[in-house]
């Protein structure tokens, strides 16, 4: 590793090595050119905030996996993740235990869940319990680095919401910045998960991202869902979801309130997500 760039693996050695007030990228390691990009982000932030430091932490939290995902195949490339993490200026890499997050004997808590969390019928409807994870592991992680701010990708729109409606809920002292999708030239959002694709699934793969354009080619919401049910079945992605929603309550679209689509849909095995702004900027 290059110099300047700190693994710490307990809360002391937080404590220790960093201090409190971090800017913080919480991640699942495998990083990509997204991951990076919320790097960025996140030194752009502790810059505006006087030069605190970045922190981002590798944990592969097995509370937020559904019966039906595979914990152990997760991806795990944590020598590629320290690199990228050391190219991106980052001042700590914290990556602690299964131990460290959920101590033996230790109940750690599950927030109560707010309503975007649970009323949608999107990712909380195909992945029962997985918002209760994720809230659990967010919470705990803030518990641990104590940050004045925390990165997310809006790659995770739904996941975003929940997070940001938890700290409000729980009245954090954290502001949540969020980071574009970043997309390979063929318009397929970067994803962890994108490894797992074969050639051909691949090329099936990118019709989400087409999807989303053909929905913001229409100017209302039954006629974007129609566009994007209809671009995804022709090239074979088996659907899960594929709707028009409030942006912030994932709820219906309410009058000049700004939206969000957001698709779902199986390639093969894998399971992939999506979304834009609607209608998509230039259209409509």
Request: include cysteine; aromatic fraction near 6%.
């Amino acid at each position: 590793m290059g110099a300047g760039v700190r693994v710490v693996r307990t809360e002391a050695e937080l404590r220790r090595e960093v201090g409190l007030g971090s800017v913080f990228v919480p991640t699942m390691g495998a990083l990509h050119e997204g991951h990076a990009s919320l790097m960025r982000i996140a030194g752009r932030e502790a810059r505006r905030r006087g030069g605190a430091p970045c922190v981002v932490s590798v944990f592969v939290n097995p509370t937020q996996f559904t019966e039906n995902e595979d914990f152990a195949a997760y991806p795990k490339a944590l020598d590629a993740d320290l690199a990228v993490c050391t190219r991106e200026g980052m001042d700590a890499v914290f990556v602690p235990a299964v131990e460290e997050v959920y101590p033996r004997g230790v109940d750690v808590r599950i927030p109560a869940l707010p309503a975007v969390a649970t009323e949608p019928r999107l990712e909380d409807r195909f992945r029962p319990g997985h918002f209760a994870g994720v809230c659990q592991v967010v919470l705990r992680l803030f518990e641990l680095v104590r940050p004045v701010a925390a990165v997310f990708g809006e790659k995770d729109w739904q996941q975003l919401q929940v997070v940001r409606a938890m700290v409000a809920q729980e009245r954090l002292d954290i502001g949540v910045v969020s980071g574009p999708t970043i997309r390979d030239p063929d318009g397929l959002a970067l994803s962890s998960r994108n490894v797992r694709l074969g050639p051909d699934d691949r090329r099936i793969a990118r019709a989400l991202y087409r999807s989303l354009q053909a929905a913001g080619e229409r100017s209302d919401p039954t006629g974007a869902e129609a566009a994007m049910r209809a671009t995804m079945r022709t090239a074979d992605v088996g659907i899960e979801y594929a709707v028009v929603r409030d942006a912030e309550t994932l709820g219906p679209p309410q009058g000049s309130r700004t939206c969000r689509a957001l698709v779902a849909g199986r390639v093969g095995k894998v399971r992939l997500i999506d979304n834009a702004g609607w209608p998509m900027e230039g259209t409509g």
